[in-house]
């Protein structure tokens, strides 16, 4: 077996690359097409200063903050904010495109951006915290705009990074609701947004689950990864009866094959600020959590968690991608080749940025819906391009990310010629 090279900073590239190639060559794209739909429209870097408190003193600290906007032939950019030590310029291009093939996959006008800085907000109290979301912003404002680039969040951001966001940019271009995303209610926030990408991911994993004839009483479910969006697929799926049976954060995991209350866990973390040590529940590492017997499993922490190191100890008979790239392009194959069922990232987690465009056209028409409607309106947006997606796989025979690629580009492709791009 070919050894991978795990360095995060060429990883996501290369298996991105790697995706869209086969995608090209099924759509016979020409090299100067290909050119075109890989090149990103603008790439920024900037330095981000801010004040920090240590051991009693004041001291200037510099980050690096990015953003790459990819390609906005269907509509303005669209993309999250990571606030992650991990974060660089290689890493935010992968995942700008990827979200540049997202929403054209689930067919909103918008194109595909990313941004982040290389931090970890951990360490910062909320002060420093406010002053670089704050200075950030600063230097985002010539390139964002309500019609041009709308953030939202991400791993490491929130509702109050954005709201911080808002005011900053309210500052000097006047009071924008719809400059970023999932916002605070209070500042016109759309209700179900916090809990859409996870919802997403149990809707379509439970759609999965019913085409491989997979009850929810019979399935056994892992989820890696117990953020925004992992909580919020555990919740969803238990809802509909699956057992979770393990769950990690970035301290480790907990397991237990009788089935672990969602309820508990979420009471524990709350207490505690972590699953470790989650009373009727035993420890395990987040390796061995990817290779623990079951149906289903989730990976919703970060990339490349499933490499070619671990690929073929994976068990579980359906992998659904809530994380953006949890499983790199030589451990997708070895998952094909052993006949695991793969939901990709571009179709698994796009209830996020389906969420964050109804936010936006809620903004702009300045008339918000309720959680039912937005939750309805997301459920079936994202059962018709899951069909759509899986009669494109049956009609050319090939697995589910070969045809959302392909559904995708398709669409882009066609947007940068009509446009003359
Ligand atoms: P989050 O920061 O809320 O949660 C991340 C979780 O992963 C936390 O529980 C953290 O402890 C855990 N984690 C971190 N490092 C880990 C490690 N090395 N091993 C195991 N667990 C680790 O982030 P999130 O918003 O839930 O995003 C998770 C993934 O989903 C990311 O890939 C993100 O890009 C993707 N995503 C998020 C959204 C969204 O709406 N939040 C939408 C689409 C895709």
Same mark, same amino acid.
């Given at each position: 077996m070919l050894s991978e090279q795990l360095d995060k900073k060429c990883i996501c590239q290369e298996t991105q690359r790697h995706f869209l190639n086969r995608a090209f060559d099924r759509l016979k794209l020409k090299e100067a097409q290909r050119e075109l739909l890989l090149s990103s429209f603008r790439e920024t870097q900037v330095t981000v200063p801010v004040t920090l408190r240590h051991n009693g003193e004041n001291r200037l600290h510099t980050f690096q903050g990015y953003r790459v906007q990819h390609n906005h032939a269907r509509g303005p950019f669209k993309g999250g904010l990571r606030f992650h030590p991990d974060v660089?310029?290689?890493?935010?291009?992968?995942?700008?495109?990827?979200?540049?093939?997202?929403?054209?996959?689930?067919?909103?006008?918008?194109?595909?951006?990313?941004?982040?800085?290389?931090? $970890? /907000?951990?360490?910062?109290?909320?002060?420093?915290?406010?002053?670089?979301?704050?200075?950030?912003?600063?230097?985002?404002?010539?390139?964002?705009?309500?019609?041009?680039?709308? /953030?939202? /969040? $991400?791993?490491?951001?929130? /509702?109050?990074?954005?709201?911080?966001?808002?005011?900053?940019?309210?500052?000097?271009?006047?009071?924008?609701?719809?400059?970023?995303?999932?916002?605070?209610?209070?500042?016109?926030?759309?209700?179900?947004?916090?809990?859409?990408?996870?919802?997403?991911?149990?809707?379509?994993?439970?759609?999965?689950?019913?085409?491989?004839?997979?009850?929810?009483?019979?399935?056994?479910? =892992?989820?890696?990864?117990?953020?925004?969006?992992?909580?919020?697929?555990?919740?969803?799926?238990?809802?509909?009866?699956?057992?979770?049976?393990?769950?990690? $954060?970035?301290?480790?995991?907990? =397991?237990?094959?009788?089935?672990?209350?969602?309820?508990?866990?979420?009471?524990?973390?709350?207490?505690?600020?972590?699953?470790?040590?989650?009373?009727?529940?035993?420890?395990?590492?987040?390796? $061995?959590?990817?290779?623990?017997?079951?149906?289903?499993?989730?990976?919703?922490?970060?990339?490349?968690?499933?490499n070619c190191d671990n690929a073929d100890a994976i068990q579980a008979k359906l992998v659904v991608e809530a994380a953006n790239m949890p499983v790199t392009h030589r451990a997708d194959n070895q998952l094909q080749q052993r006949g695991v069922v793969v939901v990709p990232d571009l179709l698994a987690n796009v209830g996020g940025v389906l969420a964050s465009y109804y936010e936006w056209v809620q903004n702009l028409q300045q008339f918000p819906w309720d959680r039912e409607t937005v939750l309805s309106r997301l459920e079936s947006r994202l059962s018709r391009t899951y069909d759509a997606v899986a009669i494109l796989a049956n009609e050319r025979q090939v697995d589910m990310r070969c045809a959302a690629y392909e559904l995708a580009i398709r669409r882009v492709d066609q947007a940068v010629q009509l446009r003359g791009f």
């Open positions: 660089n310029m290689g890493e935010i291009q992968a995942l700008a495109q990827l979200m540049t093939w997202k929403t054209a996959l689930v067919d909103i006008p918008f194109g595909g951006a990313k941004g982040g800085i290389a931090v $970890d /907000p951990a360490q910062l109290n909320e002060t420093e915290l406010e002053e670089l979301s704050r200075r950030f912003c600063q230097k985002m404002t010539p390139i964002i705009g309500v019609h041009d680039d709308i /953030p939202a /969040p $991400d791993i490491g951001t929130n /509702p109050q990074v954005m709201a911080w966001m808002l005011d900053e940019y309210s500052k000097s271009r006047g009071y924008r609701t719809a400059i970023v995303t999932g916002k605070p209610m209070e500042m016109g926030g759309c209700a179900g947004r916090l809990e859409a990408t996870g919802y997403g991911v149990a809707h379509l994993t439970h759609k999965a689950a019913a085409e491989m004839s997979l009850t929810p009483e019979q399935s056994r479910v =892992v989820v890696q990864g117990f953020g925004n969006v992992g909580s919020h697929t555990a919740i969803a799926l238990a809802h509909k009866g699956y057992r979770i049976i393990a769950l990690s $954060d970035v301290n480790g995991g907990v =397991v237990n094959e009788a089935g672990i209350s969602i309820d508990h866990a979420l009471a524990h973390i709350g207490e505690s600020g972590t699953l470790t040590g989650l009373p009727g529940t035993s420890p395990i590492s987040n390796a $061995d959590l990817l290779e623990l017997s079951c149906e289903i499993l989730v990976p919703a922490a970060l990339e490349a968690t499933i």
